[in-house]
Structures are given as structure tokens and as C-alpha cells.
């Protein structure tokens, strides 16, 4: 595990900007599950601003590690979001944009996608393996799409699985554990004071970090990376 911290989450954006640059300089093509989430929208801004030029995008492929299912123009779509503060701004083949179909039928959609991950990834283990999963923490300690009451999600022998919300009861389409700790390369954006006590926990295993989704990532490559703002680190 390693620990990136900044100063502030707008400089969490320009350091990981500059972490995604260097990963697709070195590879002719690279496979990323996206993440939702306010960090990403700005990590999003700042790719889309400084490296709209400077990466080649023609060799980017780009996935979702979660989705809401609601139609891809609705305000609550993590599709939506990427295409309004990345996509629309950045030359990038249409053909390398693989989005989850949140206005499918949930259980038939969870089938498509992983059949979509089948196809598209090169394999490892005999699992489809990202180059880089990039994932967000709750307050409450879930990523993607694995909360805490439906922990189990994580260890689901398939690639992909229908969440619902604890609170809100929406329907989400999730990748699982299977498929996040065999990627190459895992990355958490995280910021903000809110997350400073399950990072705390998390990083130093301790209190009741068993109980949280994000504290089983833990990639086969061991190459974890943890982008914090100073509020999120703090406990640290």
C-alpha cells in the first residue's frame, strides 16, 4: 500500500492526472474502471483541461466499476457524469467507451456487463484484469457498489452483481471483489474529513475495519495506492 497525500483535493486531481498520464505513456492500450463520486468529477476537470493533448487517448479504454441503473442522461448516472466533465471535452474513439446500461433490467444487465469484461479484458488467473480500478470510499466504508450490509457481494464468485442502496433502495450495478483485486493496479480517491475515521481504521487495520468493503481491496499485485487530501488523512 502506498500513501499519496496532498494538501488539498484539487491537488489529489493534479497528482493523480499526472499518476494516469504516466500509466498510459508506458502501455499501447490500458483498460480503467472509472469510479463516481465528487473526487473524480474534479480528476475528471483536470484530465480534460491540462491533458487533453497530452494523452493519447486513442489507447485509453474506459469502464465503470459501478453504475446506478437509471438512464444514461439522468443526473444520478456515473455514465453521465464522465461524458459531461471528460468525455465531451477529450478525443476518444467512441468504440473505447464501455458503459454500463443502467436503464437495462438490473439482473440482465449485471450478465451483459460481465460478459462485456469477458470480451474486452485481457485475462489473468482466468479473470478479466483492469489495468487500473479506480475506486471511492463512502463514510460508511463501501466501494463500488459493496456496502457494508451486503459485504457479501464482495466475495461473489461472479464479475458483476446488483446492489441495492441501504438507504434509498436503487438498484446499482456493481463489479465484485473477483474482479477488483485482480486488477493490475488499484487506486482510492478519497478526500474530505468525513472519511478521516474509516482511513484511520482501513490503513492501521484497526477498530472495525473487517466490517468495511474497502478495507478487502487487496490486489494479487500488491500495487494499492491511496490518493488523500489532508482532511482524509488526518487521522493518520
Known sequence: MKLNISESKLDVAQNFAKYLQGLVANRSEVHIALSGG????????????????????????????????????????????????????????????????????????????????????????????????????GDDGHTASVFPYNIHLWDSGNLCEVAVHPDSGQKRITITGKVINNAKKVAFLVTGVGKMEKVREIVNRKGNFGSYPAALVDPK???????LDGAAARGL
Open 38 to 137: 465528487s473526487t473524480p468529477k474534479i480528476v475528471f476537470d483536470e484530465l480534460a483541461t491540462e491533458y487533453h493533448d497530452s494523452i493519447n487517448w486513442d489507447r485509453v479504454h474506459l469502464y465503470w466499476g459501478d453504475e446506478r441503473c437509471v438512464p444514461p442522461n439522468d443526473s444520478e448516472s456515473n455514465y453521465k457524469m464522465t461524458v459531461d466533465h471528460l468525455l465531451s471535452k477529450i478525443d476518444i474513439p467512441e468504440g473505447n467507451v464501455h458503459r454500463i446500461y443502467g436503464e437495462n433490467l438490473p439482473k440482465e444487465e449485471a450478465i451483459r456487463y460481465s460478459e462485456v469484461l469477458e470480451s474486452r479484458l485481457p485475462h489473468f488467473d482466468g479473470v478479466p484484469q483492469f489495468d487500473l480500478v479506480i475506486l471511492g470510499m
Open 221 to 227: 499485485s500488491g500495487d494499492l495506492d491511496w490518493f
